[in-house]
């Protein structure tokens, strides 16, 4: 059973530190790998798919890896902002129907 | 529309009744999928379906809990006989195929009083 291991499950950052967001998976039949971010109450918000032949996506201050033979990806954020804080999940899609989400790291930004 | 579009936003509903969710998904996406966020946990599958067709239901978690997409576009989820333990967010995700990424739409928020 494909499992999706996100770490750390919370971290707390002064603004304009980089940081990195770990999700790690268990099954290499990977089709690709979304980020999202999930503010308290509302939907999620896909922020970078990574599709399996990619090994990296990059949109405003966010890049995203894939390592597909170690099984990790990577949510670089660079100069974060108290806007970022949300909770971020990876979620992956492989071989099975359906979509495998991480247990989610806990964004706080503090101004 | 541009995205994926969930409602109500928002139901109360009194133990015992019965309540139906509705998702409108990007026009021409194939894949659909429901999911369940109960507060402070993730999203737990539920159904998907491939145009009409419902390929996997293993998530409902009781003959309580029906889906359907009758024209391959518009889907709605329907619990009969709603249960306290039904409160939750209900999630409706689409893509254009399976691999291309999902787009969520903002969820319906379930409480059973």
Do not use: M
Request: hydrophobic content about 35%; glycine content about 10%; proline content about 4%.
């Amino acid at each position: 059973k494909q499992e999706v291991t996100q770490i750390p499950a919370a971290l707390s950052v002064p603004e304009g530190e980089n940081l990195v967001l770990n999700c790690s998976f268990t099954d290499s039949a990977i089709y690709n790998l979304q980020w999202f971010r999930q503010d308290p109450g509302k939907g999620l918000t896909s922020l970078l798919l990574i599709q399996s032949s990619q090994r990296e996506q990059t949109s405003g201050r966010l890049n995203a890896s894939l390592d597909k033979s170690s099984g990790r990806s990577t949510l670089y954020i660079a100069a974060s902002q108290p806007g970022d804080s949300a909770t971020y999940l990876c979620v992956f899609s492989g071989s099975a129907r359906q979509l495998t989400f991480g247990s989610g790291t806990q964004l706080t930004v503090l101004p | 529309g541009a995205g994926v579009s969930q409602s109500p936003r928002y139901k109360v509903a009194k133990r015992g009744q019965d309540v139906a969710l509705r998702c409108d998904p990007i026009s021409g996406h194939v894949s659909l999928f429901w999911y369940q966020q109960a507060l402070g946990q993730g999203p737990e599958f539920l159904t998907y379906f491939q145009n009409e067709a419902q390929l996997d239901k293993s998530g409902l978690p009781s003959d309580r809990f029906f889906a359907e997409r009758p024209e391959g576009s518009v889907s709605t989820l329907k619990i009969q006989r709603t249960q306290q333990e039904d409160s939750a967010v209900y999630l409706c995700a689409s893509s254009l195929v399976r691999g291309n990424g999902y787009t969520f739409g903002s969820g319906t928020r379930l409480t059973v009083v």
